[in-house]
């Protein structure tokens, strides 16, 4: 089945710098990649997501870096900001284009906590 | 949009009970899924629901854990008997059908401990 290796576990940055949290995936068969945000006492929230067509793509501050030779992918937060505070995970599957996916396979979680 | 539903959001038990969550997808979303979230880790797949039909429940501890998903929409997780390794958040998330792209979403959980 699917892994998913997640780095760092704690990450600390400065408001205002830049943060940036690292996968690694085993199946080649995953085409799906999201990432969820997950505050204190609540469910994860997806920020972001992309598939193994496209190598990146951006929201705002948000960004996703695919490399599906090396098969891994990395969440990149421009301009960090106190409310970006929170656990991110990466997750991967495979979805299917006749309809349906699988379920996520999530790593174990980055602690992004930004210095005022 | 409402979102998923999910209760209830506590629940203390003691080991060798029985325990049952609640998950009420959001309208039309025919797929939904339990996760299983110990502390520190990230969430662990149980089962994945389409309609009313199981698709994948190898992850799921069938021993003491079922679900069903009664006419395709609302979904019931049971632990019977509990254990001390099942304290952990269970998450429900669904997610549509058709579209090329999954993207689940998901409830608050429910944390369970047991003593």
């Known amino acids: 089945g699917e892994n998913v290796e997640q780095h760092p576990s704690t990450l600390s940055v400065q408001e205002g710098d830049s943060a940036v949290i690292k996968c690694t995936y085993s199946?080649?068969?995953?085409?799906?990649f999201p990432w969820y945000k997950q505050e204190l006492g609540k469910g994860p929230q997806l920020i972001i997501d992309?598939?193994?067509?496209?190598g990146e793509k951006k929201d705002q501050r948000i960004a996703v870096t695919l490399n599906k030779t090396a098969k891994h992918f990395s969440l990149h937060i421009t301009e960090t900001q106190p409310e970006d505070s929170a656990v991110y995970f990466c997750?991967?599957?495979?979805?299917?284009?006749?309809?349906?996916?699988?379920?996520?396979?999530f790593g174990k979680g980055t602690h992004l906590i930004i210095q005022p | 949009e409402a979102g998923v539903a999910q209760s209830p959001r506590y629940k203390i038990i003691e080991k060798r009970q029985s325990v049952a969550f609640w998950c009420n997808p959001i309208?039309?979303?025919?797929?939904l899924y339990w996760y299983q979230q110990i502390l520190g880790q990230g969430p662990k797949l149980l089962i994945q629901?389409?309609?009313?039909?199981?698709?994948?429940d190898s992850q799921l501890p069938k021993d003491r854990f079922s679900a069903e998903r009664l006419k395709g929409v609302d979904s019931t997780l049971k632990i019977q008997p509990a254990k001390l390794e099942d304290s952990a958040v269970y998450l429900c998330?669904?997610?549509?059908?058709?579209?090329?792209?999954?993207?689940?979403?998901f409830g608050p959980g429910t944390r369970l401990t047991v003593l």
């Open positions: 998330a669904s997610s549509t059908m058709g579209q090329k792209v999954q993207k689940q979403y």
């Open positions: 199946d080649s068969a995953s085409n799906y």
């Open positions: 992309i598939r193994s067509n496209v």
């Open positions: 997750a991967a599957s495979r979805d299917y284009s006749g309809g349906g996916a699988d379920g996520l396979t």
């Open positions: 309208s039309g979303h025919a797929t």
């Open positions: 629901f389409q309609n009313n039909g199981v698709v994948d």
